[in-house]
C-alpha cells in the first residue's frame, strides 16, 4: 500500500524541495563567487592551488614590493604587498608587470628543492644591516654568490647564524618565506621570488558572523560582539565593507550562514565565515 498524501505530507515535501533549492543555490553562488575554495582546517600557511598575479617595484625596506592580486577568499594569504626578495639571481623580473604564480610554503616544498629554505627563513627572522645585507645573505644561500668586495659584517653575521641553525623553521608569529613560482614559460623576465608571511591572528567561528550579520538586517536580537583581541566592537558599516570585499551581500552571506544540516552545508558556512575572517585581517577560525 502506498504511502497516503495528507496535507501535512504534501507541506514537509514541499518545504525539503524548498529548503534542496535553497541549499543548491547558496553552494553555486559560492562556488560562483570563489569563496568555496578554502579548506577548513588546512594546516597552516592554506594556500591557494591555482595561480595568482604577482607585480613587483623595487622597494626602500625589502628588495621587492611585492604585490598579490587574483587571490581567493578563505587563503592565509589575500590580495595586497608584501614585503618581498629575490632567490634567483641570474633572471631579471619584469617590474611593474603582473606574472602568474603558484604560492607554494616553503617548508618541505615541491619546488626549488635544492635551496636550504631553512637558512633562508632564519635570515628573514634574523635581518640586520641593509636591504643588500639580506639580499647578498639569502643569494649565499639561493645563488652561491659573494659580492666581489665580500659579504658585509652583518651579511656574515647572517650566513653564520643560518649555518649554525641548520634545521631552523618558524614558528608561530615568525616570518615563513612563501616560494612565488612563475607558470608562464614563455614569460623570460619572472624569475623565482619569495614573499614574507606572518602567521594571522585566528579567525571567527560562523556562528559570530551568523550573530553579527543578523544583528544588521534585523534577523537576530542582541547587540554586536567586539573582536577579542582588539575590543573594538563590529558596526554594519563594517560588515557592508566585509561584505563588498568578499563579493557577496550581507542577505546572501547570512545565507551561507545559516545553511541547515551537515556536509556540504558546514562547509559552506565555514568558507562564508573565513570570507570574512579574511575580509577583516584575520586567519581562517580554528575548531
Not at 594546516?43 to 613587483?56: E, G, I, R
Not at 551537515?262 to 562547509?267: A, D, K, R, S, Y
Request: hydrophobic residues 40%; negative net charge.
Amino acid at each position: 500500500m502506498g504511502l497516503i498524501e495528507t496535507p501535512n505530507t504534501l507541506s514537509l515535501k514541499k518545504l525539503r524541495l524548498k529548503m534542496k533549492k535553497i541549499v543548491l543555490a547558496i553552494v553555486g553562488f559560492l562556488m560562483f563567487s570563489g569563496v568555496l575554495m578554502s579548506t577548513v582546517g588546512a594546516a597552516w600557511p592554506n594556500l591557494p592551488s591555482t595561480t595568482v598575479q604577482l607585480t613587483v617595484v623595487y622597494d626602500t625596506t625589502s628588495y621587492f614590493d611585492s604585490t598579490l592580486s587574483g587571490v581567493p577568499a578563505g587563503f592565509d594569504v589575500m590580495n595586497g604587498t608584501y614585503p618581498g626578495w629575490c632567490v634567483d639571481r641570474s633572471v631579471d623580473m619584469d617590474i611593474g608587470v603582473s606574472h602568474d604564480v603558484m604560492l607554494y610554503s616553503s617548508i618541505s616544498p615541491p619546488v626549488l628543492t635544492g635551496i636550504n629554505w631553512n637558512a633562508i627563513n632564519y635570515i628573514l627572522n634574523h635581518k640586520q644591516g641593509t636591504i643588500m645585507d639580506v639580499q647578498n645573505a639569502i643569494w649565499n644561500f639561493t645563488d652561491n654568490y659573494k659580492p666581489p668586495e665580500g659579504y658585509s659584517p652583518d651579511a656574515q653575521a647572517m650566513i653564520d647564524g643560518a649555518n649554525a641553525n641548520p634545521t631552523y623553521e618558524p614558528t608561530t608569529g615568525d616570518v615563513l618565506a612563501v616560494i612565488c613560482y612563475p607558470q608562464n614559460p614563455t614569460d623570460p623576465v619572472a624569475q623565482n621570488s619569495i614573499i614574507e608571511l606572518t602567521e594571522r591572528v585566528p579567525g571567527y567561528t560562523p556562528g559570530f558572523w551568523k550573530h553579527n550579520i543578523g544583528v544588521a538586517l534585523g534577523e537576530n536580537r542582541g547587540k554586536y560582539s567586539a573582536f577579542e583581541d582588539t575590543g573594538i566592537k563590529v558596526t554594519e558599516a563594517m560588515l557592508i565593507g566585509f561584505a563588498a570585499d568578499v563579493g557577496v551581500t550581507l542577505p546572501e552571506a547570512y545565507a551561507a550562514l545559516t545553511a541547515k544540516g551537515g556536509p556540504p552545508n558546514n562547509e559552506i558556512r565555514a568558507d562564508m565565515a573565513n570570507a570574512f575572517n579574511e575580509a577583516a585581517g584575520y586567519g581562517p577560525f580554528e575548531d
